[in-house]
């Protein structure tokens, strides 16, 4: 097997979806490596998560830099470091300019905890998505992974999970069912962008088939 693909977690909070991709790359069900992990909260879970499976993680304080520019300067020095070749974006609360975004386009990827291009946005995070579903009276949630633009929840979409939206659902209950599904749904796109399977035409995304394989491909 050839070099593993570098991919680098961008992260704000819990970091329940790092330790998925982590673990994932463990068991060598994805051929990646987590190689280093960023935080711009210097008390984020996703630190000590990093740091506990040994992988690099270091904090860019957003609050430290004068401003967005040094910030992202500052974020795109350590990747560039760590010579990370895909980033992912896992609960990482700062909208990103379109200039980051340009400088790795196509190969930088967000999960959002719902079905887009529904419920997503600025200022659509966190337990204020699942009420949103709740509010619309939606039968079905979700979560989707994306890759980034300009846009926030805006870029191509790569895979999506759904499920079902229970009688006397409260927005933590909500959120829990469709985290299960995040922790299935990323590793299995860092997989097939690692395979060499994600292609990216423009605004649209097709997964390939396996190599080897003339069978169209089903995702998830
Ligand atoms: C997830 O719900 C993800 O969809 C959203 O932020 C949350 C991060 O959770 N973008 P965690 O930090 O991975 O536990």
Redesign the pocket.
Known sequence: MGERLRVGVL?????????AIIDACRTGAVPAEVVLVISNVPTA??LERARACGVPAVVVDHRACPTRDAFESALREALDAHRVELVC????LRILSARFTAAFAGRIM????ALLPAFGGKGM??ERVHQAVLASGARRSG?TVHFVTEVPDGGPIIAQASVPVEEGDTPARL?AR??QQ?HRLYPLAVRLFAEGRVRLDGDRVTILPPAGSRLPTEVP
């Open positions: 992260a704000s909070g819990t970091g329940s979806n790092l330790q879970q996703a974006l896992a609960g990482f967000n999960i959002h905890p995070y966190g979560c959120a469709v985290a995040e």
